[in-house]
């Protein structure tokens, strides 16, 4: 096999891994809120991006600040789990938020999860939330 054939059989792999992981997470959300996508309605509550960039990893956009309650993040971590290697990017993206608001969110490992929030912009009930074996930081710790 060439390194050429192993990188798509490896590509194709992850793709398939990808595909499993999305529609995991998907299912879960919808047990707390409406996804996106829905066409009785003007807005959901979450989006799952269903596009593989090639990194492992499955991207979730937040549209209701409700959605990042620690039970669904802890239940998205347990779920993370069974994808050593994998983890769920979790992006804050209100609508009406789009300029004035930074970029945050949470993103979710196995073994770990790194708290890019920026409080200081969410809600009062939600400055104080703490998530359990989460440490502030970036996506590039």
């Known amino acids: 096999m060439t390194g050429l054939e192993a990188e798509r059989r490896r590509y194709r792999e992850q793709a398939g891994i990808f595909r499993q992981l999305y529609e995991r997470v998907e299912n879960l959300l919808q ?7 829905m066409p009785d309605q003007t ?26 309650r620690p039970d669904i993040v802890g239940e998205l971590q347990e ?17 009406g938020h789009d300029h004035d608001w930074p970029d945050m969110g949470l993103y979710i490992r196995p073994h770990e999860i790194i708290d890019a929030l ?24």
């Open 31 to 37: 047990r707390f809120g409406r996804p996106d996508y």
């Open 43 to 68: 807005y959901g509550d979450f989006t799952v991006h269903g596009d593989y960039s090639g990194s492992p990893q499955v991207v979730v956009f937040i549209n209701n600040i409700e959605m990042l």
């Open 79 to 95: 779920l993370i789990k069974d994808y050593p290697g994998w983890q769920i990017e979790v992006t804050v993206a209100v609508r």
């Open 118 to 141: 920026q409080r200081q912009y969410l809600p009062e009930e939600f400055r104080n939330v703490e998530y359990k074996g989460a440490r502030h930081g970036t996506a590039y710790d």
